[in-house]
């Protein structure tokens, strides 16, 4: 499997609590990666409401002027505190769309926003935005609430199912868990009493717990049963004072395009802890495929 290597984070802002702690998680993860930060503001052709007061599309120059002047004292700010390297980028259109258009014209490596904030700008960050970029983005995404005030992964959540696509997340941890110094915690979870089932995951978790073994990542590991995997996930998530629960996004074809799996759909909308969204490759893994490297 390829390494995963981050060179360029992209950081949605509004300057909403929920974005500024977005950037926070940012600027940690700039520095230990030597990686560059660009800022991302989406306006919306809807009101856009300012401290300031309120703008209609006919004062949108007025706007877009406040706007680049809160960015750029913002990315002077940045620069002076932190010694990262960031920019913005300013852009007109639908939210999750637009952040996409962002991170394909700049190889972006990984996205981090905040969820559930409300904008100095707009409203900009409802969970519907998030989702929606969640859904689009080929890129991993970590989504962050305001509740949240702790930067870092000290201990990350690894659950791994009976997909084939679930052991793709390993190679993303591993290297968080090298530059964060984190503990992984591996969950295996089945939804049904099935003893072929059990069996096979077992397999899956062997394969994990040898990988992460290889590299010297410090990991905890264990197997449960539940109904419902996302709150199975999140609570045992809790239990082991996870900072980042990583999953895959589930993403399926259907007449509208991609969705985002009701597993996947609840990590993100629920979790209070921040979650890694992670697009499959099916290119990765079949169901022979081992983990290697």
């Not at 929920?18 to 009101?47: P, R, Y």
Request: charged residues 25%.
């Amino acid at each position: 499997m390829n390494t995963f290597k981050i060179n360029k984070i992209l950081v949605p802002v509004d300057l909403s609590a929920n974005s500024l702690l977005a950037l926070e998680h940012a600027t940690f993860m700039a520095k230990l990666f030597k990686a560059d930060i660009i800022l991302a503001h989406v306006m919306e052709t809807m009101v856009a409401k300012l401290d300031l007061g309120s703008f209609t599309t006919s004062d949108k120059k007025r706007a877009e002027n406040t706007i680049v002047e809160k960015l750029e004292n913002l990315c002077n700010e940045l620069r002076v505190k932190s010694g990262v390297k960031v920019s913005y980028v300013l852009k007109t259109g639908k939210i999750a769309k637009a952040i996409k258009q962002i991170s394909d014209e700049n190889k972006i490596d990984i996205i981090i926003m905040g969820t559930h904030g409300v904008s100095g700008f707009q409203e900009f960050f409802l969970g519907s935005n998030a989702f929606r970029v969640v859904t689009v983005s080929q890129v991993p995404v970590i989504t962050v609430q305001t509740n949240v005030s702790k930067v870092g992964f000290d201990n990350i959540l690894c659950p791994i199912d009976n997909s084939d696509p679930s052991r793709e997340k390993v190679r993303y941890i591993l290297e968080l868990a090298k530059k964060y110094n984190s503990k992984v915690h591996i969950l295996g979870i089945l939804s049904v009493d099935d003893d072929d089932a059990a069996v096979a995951l077992d397999k899956k978790l062997e394969q994990v717990e040898n990988y992460f073994a290889k590299h010297d990542v410090n990991y905890t590991m264990k197997m449960v049963e539940g109904d419902n995997l996302a709150m199975v996930t999140m609570k045992y998530a809790k239990k082991m004072k996870s900072d980042l629960i990583v999953i895959m996004t589930e993403q399926e074809d259907n007449i509208a395009g991609i969705f985002l799996g009701p597993f996947a759909q609840q990590i993100v909308n629920r979790s209070k802890i921040p979650v890694m969204s992670i697009t499959p490759d099916p290119a990765v893994f079949s169901s022979k495929t081992s983990l290697n490297g």
